[in-house]
């Protein structure tokens, strides 16, 4: 089970559909439906009821679903200590064509 995994489905869980989720964690919707295909085989288990949309999670996606919310937590908890003080964020540069 890897965490990337954990937050693909906690993203299905918060938006309600693959589509949805696959833009909050940046994949496509190929990249979801087979991270949640590896993660039913990882676990011998249904995590989402087959053939229903938009897409629920099964009982034990459910419960699957809250305890990685707590591992991710703690996951990003401990990804903060390992760079203290440091901010964190996204940076865009761009350039005017001309300027080259």
């Given at each position: 089970?890897?965490?990337?995994?954990?937050?693909?489905?906690?993203?299905?869980?918060?938006?309600?559909?693959?589509?949805?989720?696959?833009?909050a964690?940046?994949?496509?919707?190929?990249?979801?439906?087979?991270?949640m295909?590896?993660?039913?085989?990882?676990?011998?288990?249904?995590?989402?009821?087959?053939?229903?949309?938009?897409?629920?999670?099964?009982?034990?996606?459910?419960?699957?679903?809250?305890?990685?919310?707590?591992?991710?937590?703690g996951?990003?908890?401990?990804s903060?200590?390992?760079?203290?003080?440091?901010?964190?964020g996204?940076?865009?540069?761009?350039?005017?064509?001309?300027?080259?």
């Open positions: 089970m890897q965490p990337e995994h954990l937050r693909t489905l906690l993203a299905i869980r918060a938006t309600g559909s693959l589509s949805a989720a696959a833009r964690v940046n994949l496509s919707h190929s990249a979801v439906s087979l991270q295909k590896r993660l039913e085989q990882t676990l011998s288990r249904d995590v989402l009821v087959k053939g229903k949309r938009p897409a629920r999670l099964t009982p034990f996606g459910q419960t699957l679903a809250a305890r990685a919310s707590e591992v991710m937590a996951f990003d908890a401990l903060r200590l390992a760079v203290p003080n440091s901010e964190t996204e940076v865009t540069i761009g350039f005017v064509p001309t300027t080259l």
